[in-house]
């Protein structure tokens, strides 16, 4: 009897550990495991090569670049879409048909396949025959290379995956926004607080738990872009729009380097590791939680 | 202080009117009281009083001046919530200070008006928690302390005491009385809750439906109802009220048709003597609330269920009373629920021995 009492908790959590540890921890020990190898994943024997794949990792100018890519797209991804989507949940926090029509128009390539997306936007940023480009020329402006040139291609990459997060970014914030009982606005105003004040000073701390979570969240999907770039680049043109995970993916499914592909991968894994305990710790100490 | 003048104000949302041609001037210095069943406008009157709301007719004075277009912070008012509406993410000074500094106070004044407000309202071993952190009390505190720190002509008070339990809010209600008496500021309160409004107020304005019912003094209030529905609002139990009609041995003599008797529960004597002379009705007890100095009885009679209430008297155990309300102690009203003044009344039981 007394085994079994203190053996039921852990038959109970057994399923779910036994899921995550076979389908999550492995893995990744797996994966560091075979950074340390050089295999082509087919041969039967792998090359113990000690930290050989991070040295060559570390001094390829090519994933220097891809790192920088990566940097400047997440950057920018973050950013926008996060800011973007404040100003339009400021703009949208109101019932109206009108207001609920646009809500809804922003959010719905949410639901669209990245893949459609990615092949709508290929279309539309089409130099000769795209939508933008006619729309630019109609204004006078000279055509652009979009995704076809090294110095706009990132850039473009970046607008899709703006338009793609903005509702699901603006959503998060409305909610944000009707959290906040009306009668704060009021006392502000008795309280003779300017607009921008009232944005600031109130609102704003109010909404950090809404800004931290899709900092956080924006910024670990976009380290870990791959679809768009497969579809609409790949990773070309120089290597301008190569990111990390398409590398990965690159030298482990189309070059067959395993081991080195598996050192980017654990260059990753760190990346954004470091990443979510610098969200925890703020989240800790500066995050206003009702 | 400052008096404010509500003149022939109206109030629609959308397609619905709220309030219709409102007038009301409060005294200066005086402790208000709009109280009401909820759903009356009381406080929508308030909040427009604040500028929170806008009116859709009329005008509104503080201070001989009209503030129909002055935004909220420049009425020189200041309002305590019912929800409190701290600022979640600022420590309770920043909370108190958040007003001083908005109105461009240097910082040394602002220190020193922020530590005597605490000071008055024992808020300073707390200044730098946060609202979370604080019971419903001192929360309660500190929305009075940011309203006080702006030293405002009028303070308005939206039920801000519906939130405390029973023993804290009998307690918050001395210290608001107290309060008023220190700094003899007008203060405008708006509850549902007739105890809390007969407690405090100096000056009491009933409402249903957006009509002022009447604005008196507590005593009138109680004493001299002006209608049906003050009568019955005003008072616990609230009084009983008869239909004319059912009324057997009495005589009124009245120039208008009466509509209503009513009478109230304190002023019913259970087995008085024949020396008194009243309207006397027979029941049967349904309930007895025994509290101590006071006893509530539910008494069923031919007319319907009315209540007694007795002072210091040990508790009624027959099952049948007769019960004697003096003629004196009864009101009348007319058939639209107005007063009736001079009207009398006498037994009828001799007239009717003698015609039948």
């Known amino acids: 009897m007394r085994t079994w009492e203190k053996l039921r908790p852990y038959s109970m959590v057994a399923p779910a550990i036994i899921v995550f540890s076979l389908f999550f921890i492995y893995p990744i020990f797996y994966m560091i495991y075979l950074s340390l190898f050089d295999w082509n994943f087919v041969s039967p024997t792998k090359t113990f090569v000690g930290i050989q794949n991070f040295k060559d990792l570390l001094t390829d100018p090519d994933f220097r670049q891809v790192l920088t890519n990566t940097s400047i797209y997440t950057l920018l991804t973050v950013t926008l879409t996060t800011g973007l989507a404040l100003l339009l949940a400021l703009w949208l926090n109101r019932k109206s048909f009108f207001h609920g029509f646009v809500q809804g128009a922003i959010f719905s390539p949410h639901i669209i396949s990245l893949v459609s997306i990615s092949l709508l936007w290929s279309w539309l940023m089409d130099p000769e025959y795209g939508l933008l480009n006619w729309v630019i020329g109609l204004a006078g402006f000279g055509k652009l290379d979009w995704l076809s040139h090294p110095s706009t291609s990132l850039v473009s990459l970046v607008i899709v995956a703006v338009w793609k997060g903005l509702g699901y970014n603006t959503l998060v914030f409305i909610a944000g926004l009707q959290s906040i009982p009306p009668d704060i606005y009021e006392a502000a105003s008795l309280d003779r607080s300017k607009p921008w004040t009232t944005f600031s000073k109130l609102i704003l701390p109010m909404l950090s738990p809404s800004i931290f979570f899709l900092v956080i969240i924006n910024m670990i999907g976009s380290f870990q872009v791959f679809e768009t770039i497969a579809i609409m680049t790949q990773g070309g043109p120089v290597n301008s729009t190569n990111t990390l995970v398409y590398y990965i993916y690159e030298y482990g499914f189309r070059f067959f380097k395993i081991g080195y592909a598996s050192a980017a991968g654990v260059i990753l894994l760190v990346i954004v590791g470091i990443l979510t305990i610098i969200y925890f710790k703020l989240l800790s100490n500066r995050v206003h939680y009702r | ?356």
């Open chain 2, 1 to 356: 202080m400052a008096k404010i003048e509500l003149k022939h104000i109206s109030k629609k949302f959308k397609d619905e009117t709220v309030i219709e041609d409102l007038n009301l001037t409060i005294k200066d210095g005086s402790f208000t009281v709009l109280v009401g069943p909820s759903g009356c406008g009381k406080s929508t009157t308030l909040r427009m009083v604040a500028g929170l709301e806008k009116q859709t007719g009329g005008e509104i004075w503080i201070d001989d001046e009209c503030v129909n277009d002055t935004p909220p912070g420049l009425r020189d008012v200041a309002m305590v919530f019912q929800n409190y509406a701290l600022y979640p993410t600022m420590s309770v000074r920043g909370n108190i200070e958040f007003g001083l500094k908005n109105r461009g106070i240097a910082k040394r004044e602002r220190e020193k008006l922020i530590a005597d407000i605490s000071e008055i309202v024992g808020l300073t071993p707390h200044l730098n928690k946060k609202p979370q952190n604080l019971s419903g009390g001192q929360r309660q505190r500190v929305a009075l302390a940011r309203a006080m720190v702006k030293q405002p002509k009028v303070f308005i008070l939206d039920e801000p005491l519906s939130n405390l339990d029973a023993k804290l809010r009998n307690q918050m209600r001395t210290e608001l009385i107290q309060l008023h008496k220190r700094l003899g500021t007008t203060f405008v309160y708006v509850t549902h809750d007739q105890v809390e409004a007969m407690s405090m107020g100096d000056e009491i304005v009933v409402m249903n439906k957006g009509v002022i019912q009447q604005a008196d003094t507590p005593m009138k209030l109680y004493h001299d109802p002006a209608n049906r529905f003050t009568a019955e609002f005003i008072g616990t139990p609230a009084m009983n009220m008869m239909n004319g009609q059912d009324l057997q041995g009495i005589e009124i003599r009245s120039a208008a048709a009466v509509g209503h008797v009513g009478f109230r529960p304190e002023q019913a004597l259970i087995g008085a003597g024949a020396e008194i002379e009243g309207y006397e009705i027979e029941g049967e007890i349904l309930t007895r609330e025994s509290l101590g100095a006071e006893n509530i009885y539910q008494i069923q009679s031919r007319t319907g269920v009315f209540f007694v209430k007795t002072f210091l008297a040990p508790l009624e155990t027959a099952a049948r009373v007769k019960v004697t309300i003096p003629y004196g102690q009864l009101y009348y009203f007319g058939l639209n629920g107005e007063r009736l003044r001079g009207v009398e009344a006498s037994s009828k039981r001799l007239a009717a021995a003698g015609g039948r």
